[in-house]
């Protein structure tokens, strides 16, 4: 599916699920969501009728409609210009509210689409706004397999032919999920958060040097597979030769972070050899850093107990230490 971009498409796309139908004509050229150049450029994408901080999509359900009916004519159309002056994408009527004819004059005048729909108007924004949300948030594909691995979304990174699919393909036999492989799309969904998904020509495929293109859906069932989810931490699968291996820290691994799209995210540098059970490994990487994310470091914990011993003291919590 195309990126959405305009609110032709959102009515195109959400008009049966939202029962939305246009008032005015649908404008031609279509009307782009983004903030107009006439308007102001930190406009929210949809919320209920506010002249002061407008939005794009500017909803008026029954509390709206009162508040407008109770001000005295004047401040009614000084209200109205308000609204129209902040060139809104659209005005949606929602609780099945219909506009005065006046009022429809006046938006054809002014090139402004008016929608309706039956539905409640809280209901209305809140999905509005998660859809808007997911689709406009700043994306970037990544080279790798996004995995969910025992609940937490990791993505392997590496060199091409290190392994990567065949050790997703491992993982999948221990009851993990792919999500996709090769391009996952990332979005920046909200602060500090990127959730990642696969593009529906890849979606449940998986590709393994020797053996092609595999249907992971087909071949393991639904539950071996899963659409999206939250990036919790990058396993950068990486072939070290002997002085590589001797530069890693043996006490808190390599870790670091990479910053995607703004976003610091958990990175483990793996090293790849012969006889290393990577599915295994990567198991034991997400229960780390699940335990680090709550707080607990082993590789400190373990300092902590050295540094007290060598002073004679019992590890923290322990005593019945000899």
Same mark, same amino acid.
């Given at each position: 599916?195309?990126p959405? +971009? @305009?609110?032709?498409?959102l009515v195109?796309r959400l008009g049966?699920r939202?029962?939305?139908?246009?008032?005015?004509l649908p404008?031609n050229?279509?009307v782009p969501?983004?903030?107009? %150049?006439?308007?102001?450029? =930190?406009? +929210?994408l #949809?919320?209920?009728?506010?002249?002061i901080?407008?939005?794009?999509?500017?909803?008026?359900?029954e509390?709206?409609?009162?508040?407008?009916?109770? !001000?005295?004519?004047?401040?009614?159309?000084?209200?109205m210009?308000?609204?129209?002056?902040?060139r809104?994408a659209?005005?949606?009527?929602?609780?099945?509210i219909e506009?005065e004819?006046?009022l429809?004059t006046?938006?054809?005048? !002014?090139? @402004?689409?008016?929608?309706?729909?039956?539905l409640?108007?809280? *209901?209305? /924004?809140?999905?509005?706004?998660y859809?808007?949300?997911?689709?406009l948030?700043?994306?970037?594909i990544?080279?790798?397999v996004?995995? *969910?691995v025992?609940?937490t979304?990791?993505?392997?990174?590496?060199d091409?032919? #290190?392994?990567?699919?065949?050790l997703a393909?491992?993982? /999948?036999?221990?009851?993990?999920?792919l /999500? &996709?492989d090769?391009?996952?799309?990332f &979005?920046?969904? &909200?602060?500090e958060?990127?959730e990642?998904?696969?593009?529906?020509?890849l979606?449940?495929?998986?590709?393994?040097r020797?053996?092609?293109?595999?249907n992971?859906?087909?071949?393991?069932?639904e539950s071996?597979? $899963?659409? $999206? %989810?939250?990036?919790?931490?990058?396993v950068?699968?990486r @072939?070290?030769?002997a =002085?590589?291996?001797l530069?890693l820290?043996?006490?808190?691994g390599?870790q670091s972070?990479?910053?995607i799209?703004g976003?610091?995210?958990?990175?483990? @540098?793996?090293?790849?050899?012969p006889?290393?059970?990577?599915?295994?490994?990567?198991? &034991?990487?997400?229960?780390?850093q699940?335990?680090r994310s709550?707080?607990?470091?082993a590789?400190?914990?373990?300092t902590? $107990?050295?540094a007290?011993? !060598?002073?004679g !003291?019992?590890?923290?919590?322990?005593?019945e230490w000899?």
């Open positions: 599916m195309n959405l +971009s @305009t609110l032709n498409e195109e049966p939202l029962l939305l139908r246009w008032l005015t404008p050229p279509p969501l983004g903030a107009d %150049k006439g308007s102001p450029a =930190a406009q +929210s #949809v919320g209920p009728l506010n002249c901080r407008p939005n794009r999509l500017q909803v008026i359900g509390a709206e409609q009162r508040y407008l009916a109770e !001000l005295e004519p004047s401040a009614r159309r000084e209200t210009n308000r609204l129209f002056a902040s809104p659209a005005v949606l009527f929602a609780n099945g506009p004819s006046g429809l006046e938006t054809q005048r !002014l090139d @402004t689409p008016l929608l309706a729909s039956p409640p108007d809280d *209901e209305l /924004i809140g999905y509005i706004q859809y808007l949300t997911l689709e948030a700043p994306r970037v990544i080279h790798g996004f995995m *969910e025992l609940g979304g990791v993505l392997l990174v590496g091409p032919a #290190v392994g990567k699919s065949e393909l491992e993982l /999948i036999n221990r009851g993990q999920r /999500i &996709a090769d391009a996952p799309e &979005a920046n969904i &909200a602060p958060m990127l990642g998904f696969c593009p529906p020509l979606r449940d495929f998986l590709e393994v020797g053996l092609g293109i595999l992971i859906r087909a071949m393991f069932g071996a597979v $899963r659409q $999206r %989810k939250r990036l919790n931490l990058i950068n699968l @072939t070290l030769d =002085a590589g291996l530069r820290d043996r006490l808190g390599p972070a990479r910053t799209l976003v610091n995210i958990p990175e483990v @540098t793996m090293p790849v050899a006889g290393r059970n990577l599915a295994i490994l990567v198991e &034991a990487a997400v229960r780390s699940v335990q709550r707080g607990y470091d590789g400190a914990d373990f902590e $107990r050295q007290r011993a !060598l002073q !003291l019992p590890p923290a919590g322990d005593p000899p």
